[in-house]
């Protein structure tokens, strides 16, 4: 069972930038789609941005234009760039792998999720 380890959030205005790191207990990258997820109180996981093992990227729409994945694999270390951040982006944000790049399910591919790194846009 794959193990993420998640840090880079905090508090932040709205308006300003956070980036994000996730780093596996194994290099996936070059097997995996990844993506972040992010989970605000009440609400179940939903995906924020998904990367496939070829470097293709896709977005949810809520931050299109805002957000970037960016992954390096000498590091072994995934990354989302937070632009322009919003009141409605505070939440906790999560890194895992996905079962499929194309599946628009975005279902996980490991049960194990880690502690996350908290994000909260507020003046």
């Known amino acids: 069972q794959v193990q993420f380890v998640e840090s880079g959030g905090g508090l932040v205005q709205p308006g300003e930038s956070l980036r994000l790191s996730c780093v596996p207990s194994?290099?996936?990258?070059?097997?995996?789609?990844a993506a972040w997820f992010r989970q605000a109180p009440g609400n179940q996981h939903e995906l924020v941005a998904k990367?496939?093992?070829?470097?293709?990227?896709n977005y949810a729409d809520f931050v299109k234009g805002r957000f970037t994945i960016v992954r390096n694999m000498g590091q072994k270390t995934m990354y989302l760039q937070m632009n322009s951040l919003e009141p409605e982006d505070t939440a906790v944000y999560y890194c895992?792998?996905?079962?499929?790049?194309?599946?628009?399910?975005?279902?996980?591919?490991?049960?194990?999720w880690g502690q996350g790194t908290q994000v909260t846009v507020s003046s």
């Open positions: 990367i496939s093992p070829g470097g293709t990227t």
């Open positions: 194994e290099n996936i990258f070059s097997l995996y789609a």
């Open positions: 895992n792998a996905l079962r499929s790049f194309i599946d628009n399910a975005n279902a996980p591919r490991y049960d194990y």
